[in-house]
């Protein structure tokens, strides 16, 4: 069972936006402002798209962007591309040098 | 910045494994480190962090008490001494590195070494 609970799927037409929920509770994701994003294509490795809730990584365009509110944070992406279609993942910080990081979810471009 | 792991492979169920991961690239020695796994078709789960000297380490309870992180800074080397190893450990191990001594954000991925336990 994973520690943040993530839609399991989302979709969008090109051009778009859609958002990407992440929540936790008053232990993770309320607690700390260490939430990040990975994008994961099938068969790839990770990578960084967010830090420390609404941070981009280095050469990840301004289309991606990351918020929180209470519990919940969230990502979206704005202009979708064909590019943008893989699996979203959420991480934060759960304190005790803890981390967990969400069950992940599955962006299909339409 | 590159990380590259190995020592992955099939091992049977109560058997050790260890793995390793070479950094390049940047200052390995003022960095956290960590090790991600994935189950086949699966999420991503941390296993376990280490801090730039190598002095403070932490891990997920699925795997206190059986694993064992540590690094070796003279040789931007990573590891995972993976003990008693049962059929749930299977999944591709990556390592990742911090954006600094402790900021939990996986900055960097290596592409990752397959395990895989099975009798």
């Known amino acids: 069972q994973s520690a943040l609970t993530q839609p399991p799927s989302v979709s969008g037409s090109p051009g778009q936006s859609v958002t990407i929920s992440c929540t936790g509770t008053?232990?993770?994701?309320?607690?700390?402002?260490?939430v990040s994003w990975y994008q994961q294509h099938p068969g790839k490795a990770p990578k960084l798209m967010i830090y420390?809730?609404?941070k981009r990584a280095s050469e990840v365009p301004d289309r991606f962007s990351g918020s929180k509110s209470g519990n919940t944070a969230s990502l979206t992406i704005s202009g979708l591309q064909a590019d943008d279609e893989a699996d979203y993942y959420c991480?934060?910080?759960?304190?005790?040098?803890?981390?967990?990081f969400g069950g992940g979810t599955r962006l299909t471009i339409l | 910045v590159q990380l590259v792991e190995s020592g992955g492979g099939v091992v049977q169920p109560g058997r050790s494994l260890r793995l390793s991961c070479a950094g390049s690239g940047f200052t390995f020695s003022t960095y956290g480190m960590y090790w991600v796994r994935q189950a086949p078709g699966q999420g991503l789960e941390w296993v376990a962090l280490?801090?730039?000297?190598?002095?403070?380490?932490y891990y997920a309870d699925s795997v206190r008490g059986r694993f064992t992180i540590s690094r070796d800074n003279s040789k931007n080397t990573l590891h995972l001494q993976m003990d008693r190893l049962s059929t749930e450990d299977t999944a591709l191990y990556y390592c990742a590195k911090d954006m600094g001594r402790f900021r939990f954000v996986f900055h960097y991925w290596g592409p990752g070494t397959l395990v895989t336990v099975s009798s």
């Open positions: 008053s232990s993770d994701v309320g607690d700390y402002d260490y």
């Open positions: 420390d809730v609404n």
């Open positions: 991480c934060s910080y759960a304190g005790n040098y803890h981390v967990g």
């Open positions: 280490i801090s730039d000297d190598g002095n403070d380490k």
